[in-house]
């Protein structure tokens, strides 16, 4: 079954590469790049359901996911 998420991406211009890089806030370590932001969006959406793909597979292999959250301090954005 396939199903549509919402996910919040963090888009970056990177001056040394020139273009965007687009880091998959929710899903550590899932990003991609692009020399556009509409490239740099195209690619990350790839990454997303590679990465999707990856879990799901895990998950079959008996693989255990828990949800915890961590209180930390956040800065504010009035500051």
Known sequence: M???????IKLTYDKEYKGYVADVVNLYGCMSQ?????EA??????????YMGVIAKS?????????RAVATPFPSLNA
Do not use: M, S
Not at 34 to 38: E, L, Q
């Open 34 to 38: 692009g020399k556009t932001k509409a």
């Open 41 to 50: 969006l195209k690619n990350v959406e790839k990454a997303i359901k590679a």
């Open 2 to 8: 396939i199903k549509k998420l919402d996910y919040l």
């Open 59 to 67: 998950k079959k292999k008996n693989t255990e996911f828990r949800k």
